[in-house]
């Protein structure tokens, strides 16, 4: 069965630096989605992407923040300068369509960062 | 955006059944209701989708009432390895973006 695949699984870094968090979505789908979830907090939409562009994004994807789908299978998250707040999972997740009935978000198993 | 109401937790035993109910008293006509179930440190996962009347998969069943302001999903012969936080989403689509609002879930707590 296809999956959204996400490294890494854990990223430690310190503050200020920069991190990009990478996923690779289903093949066939078309958008493309982060979330976050703060320890013990709700999972949070950041970014949903389609034709290679943002269609939507949350107060929380700041200019701190920037995706990028770099080639045909990867799409990534960066965050430029990283804060403690920034602490959390980071959840991608793949649709094959926006149409309602066909937007079936998948998520991938996220990535820890933890910054110190 | 429609919004959710779930119970914030359950308790079940192993082998019953568990029906999680959720309200959603706004849900506009061209709204799915989706079900997802969250593992600790682990992304969320679809477990079903529906519109109306009753959706059934390997793992679950979806029961839709006609006015749609309400869903319940249905575990059947639930065991320890279902606890999990089960979420209730209804989205709207947004010229061409499907964002997912979740609200905090169902802690679904399945004891031996």
Redesign the interface.
């Known amino acids: 069965e296809p999956e959204v695949t996400q490294t890494p699984s854990h990223q430690v870094t310190q503050m200020g630096q920069e991190v990009i968090l990478r996923c690779v979505p289903i093949s066939n789908h078309l958008y493309f989605y982060w979330y976050r979830q703060i320890l013990g907090q709700k999972v949070e939409f950041l970014v949903s992407f389609y034709n290679n562009e943002i269609s939507e994004k949350s107060e929380i994807f700041d200019d701190q923040f920037s995706v990028e789908r770099p080639d045909g299978s990867n799409f990534t998250l960066k965050i430029r300068s990283t804060k403690l707040e920034d602490s959390a999972m980071y959840f991608c997740a793949s649709s094959e369509a926006g149409l309602a009935g066909k937007h079936t978000q998948y998520f991938g198993p996220g990535t820890r960062l933890t910054v110190l | 955006l429609a919004k959710t109401t779930q119970p914030i937790s359950m308790d079940s035993y192993e082998g019953q059944e568990v029906n999680i109910t959720c309200s959603h008293n706004n849900i506009a006509t061209?709204?799915?209701i989706?079900w997802?179930q969250?593992f600790p440190?682990?992304?969320?996962?679809?477990i079903i989708?529906g519109?109306k009347t009753k959706v059934t998969n390997e793992v679950a069943s979806l029961f839709i009432p006609a006015d749609r302001k309400s869903s319940t999903l249905s575990l059947p012969r639930v065991s320890l390895s279902d606890t999990a936080v089960y979420?209730c989403l209804v989205?709207a689509?947004?010229?061409?973006?499907?964002?997912?609002?979740?609200?905090?879930?169902t802690r679904l707590l399945v004891r031996p």
Do not use: E, V
């Open positions: 061209n709204d799915y989706t997802y969250q440190s682990q992304g969320p996962r679809f989708q519109y979420y989205g689509r947004m010229d061409s973006s499907y964002k997912l609002i979740f609200g905090s879930g």
